[in-house]
């Protein structure tokens, strides 16, 4: 959504939060199909005072 031309910036904001919520209804967020987090790096082995990524 273009909002450039809206000067007034409660306006902008409702407009823009108005066009995001019909966005979702357009296309909602599809359920994963793996754990969330799950494809995260794992750390081996952790050494004392080091960091650890």
Do not use: C, F
Request: proline residues 4%; glycine residues 4%; hydrophobic residues 25%.
């Amino acid at each position: 959504m273009n909002t450039k031309h809206i000067t007034d910036r409660a306006e902008r904001k409702a407009l823009k939060r108005k066009a995001r919520k019909e966005a979702e209804l357009k296309n909602p967020l599809q359920p994963r199909d793996y754990e969330r987090g799950s494809r995260k790096k794992k750390v081996k082995k952790m050494a004392k005072g080091q960091r650890k990524r």
